[in-house]
């Protein structure tokens, strides 16, 4: 089976840097995938980590490292725009590229 | 382009009342997925279809069926509704190619009293 943990909530502050961890057990997987969801709204992607290392998309980084079973989503220069839940996801590495999501971090910026 | 639309958006049932919801997807994808999501919760696979006539469970199967009635329609059918039932559900279908990047509907918010 495959388990995702994420920090229920972040709090940060307009024009700051935040970090999303996301902690995994799986037999195996593709990559690690990053999902936005605004309130009343659907996931939307954001970023995908197919191998180790750090993947930057514009104001948002994520990083995987596979043999610490972690990775994280950086968000930089921090919008109002961005409070939202942040999921993380994981496909197997067979069979039919369903993903499971992790529980979701709630991420509230400040003024 | 619409990508995946929804219908209903929003749905409200008496226990044992039986709906079907809709979806379909406009960008020629071959997998298509129905989520569930509860409050403060992630999203649960309840059925999958890998391509048009093949449909499997996924982590929640009970209490729905589905049909892929064609390539670009899956629709997901709750016989007898229960308030456990009670969420919001999402349709979504796979970029082809990708094994992560899923296109989400809108969704629909279902109550069942």
């Known amino acids: 089976g495959q388990s995702l943990e994420q920090p229920s909530e972040v709090t940060a502050v307009e024009g700051a840097i935040v970090q999303i961890n996301c902690t995994y057990q799986?037999?195996?997987?593709?990559?690690l995938s990053w999902y936005q969801q605004h309130d009343g709204g659907a996931p939307t992607f954001l970023s995908y980590?197919?191998?180790?290392g750090l993947e930057e998309t514009g104001r948002f980084s994520s990083f995987l490292s596979r043999s610490d079973s972690y990775g994280y989503l950086l968000l930089q220069e921090l919008q109002m725009k961005d409070s939202a839940s942040y999921f993380c996801a994981v496909s197997p590495p067979t069979g039919r590229r369903a993903l499971t999501f992790g529980s979701g971090t709630r991420l509230q910026v400040q003024p | 382009n619409a990508g995946v639309t929804q219908t209903p958006k929003f749905q409200v049932l008496k226990t044992g009342q039986s709906m079907t919801l809709q979806c379909a997807q406009d960008m020629n994808h071959n997998s298509m997925y129905w989520y569930r999501q509860d409050p403060g919760m992630g999203l649960r696979l309840i059925y999958y279809?890998?391509?048009?006539?093949?449909?499997d469970k996924g982590e929640v199967p009970n209490g729905y069926n589905v049909s892929r009635l064609n390539k670009r329609e899956f629709s997901l059918r709750l016989e007898s509704a229960a308030p456990s039932q009670t969420s919001v559900y999402f349709c979504?279908?796979?970029?082809?190619?990708?094994?992560?990047?899923?296109?989400f509907g809108p969704g629909t918010r279902l109550t069942v009293l």
């Open positions: 980590n197919a191998l180790d």
């Open positions: 799986t037999s195996g997987f593709y990559g």
């Open positions: 979504a279908s796979l970029s082809v190619g990708s094994y992560n990047e899923q296109f």
């Open positions: 279809s890998a391509s048009e006539g093949t449909t």
